[in-house]
């Protein structure tokens, strides 16, 4: 370091002599360039910065996974994580207009690690259909990602415990129209305590989004109350309407 500073200074004073000799007697003071003046001219075939769309179906897609993963190690609920086979984040695509969110896994979903797989999600699977839609086209998922033992009604603090999950998910399907399937959904994805005989056929929101209260599918099944078919088909009728869709005749008509 000490040589090049020696180097430099005998070259300024080689050249100042040599400016003297000239006649020289002054240099004009140039400023620096400032940096907005400073131009800089990239070859043609260089390659811009990429912007990320955070909000594109690709990226929101990853992001699922991502929070599918926290929600398979998550251990919030001690007695939950205890016991479930696997937990069950929930299906279908983040550009699914419509979300089915239902109460929490069964036996049959905590085998498959899917939502509404058993009897009950045969029949949630006939309702899509005669909506003129398939499954693969809706987003369906639970209040609870975990089982509770002996398929009992989950308690608040699990209900608490995996609401972020909840939310997270619905912020990154963004859909349409939100569907409660039951009480249990309902009222916790709407922090009420109202009943959803009470709740069903009128609209409520969720951060901007409507929201669309009806009965559990297991509500339906023989032995139950299969007279609130026409309920919720009434229901169903009123969401298809809110996203602009014609309903379907019945079959044979």
Partial sequence: MCRMSEDLARQIRIRLAGLESAGVEWLPRVEPPRVDDVQVNLPPDAASPVAIDRDSPATRSRE???????????????ELASTRTQTVFGVGPVTAEICFVGEA?????????????????????????????????????NILRCRPPGNRQPKPE?????REFLDQTIDLVQPKVICCLG??????????????????????????IPVL?????????????????????????????????????????
């Fill in 213 to 253: 209260c009806t009965f559990h599918p297991a509500a339906l099944l023989e032995g139950r109350s299969p007279e609130k078919k026409k309920d919720v088909w009434g229901d169903m009728k009123m969401m298809l309407a809110k996203l602009g869709k014609p309903v379907p005749p019945p079959k044979g008509a």
């Fill in 105 to 141: 896994p069964g036996g049959d979903e905590d085998r498959q690690g899917e939502p509404f797989v058993g009897v009950a999600g045969q029949l949630l699977n006939k309702i899509i259909v005669a909506c003129g839609l398939r499954r693969e086209d809706v987003f369906i998922c």
């Fill in 158 to 162: 699990e209900c608490e415990n995996c």
């Fill in 183 to 208: 009480a249990v959904a309902a009222q916790n994805l709407l922090r009420t305590k109202v009943g959803i005989t009470k709740l069903r056929g009128k609209f409520y929101e969720y951060r901007d």
């Fill in 64 to 78: 699922l996974t991502v929070l599918a993963d926290r929600v398979r190690r998550c251990d919030r609920c001690p």
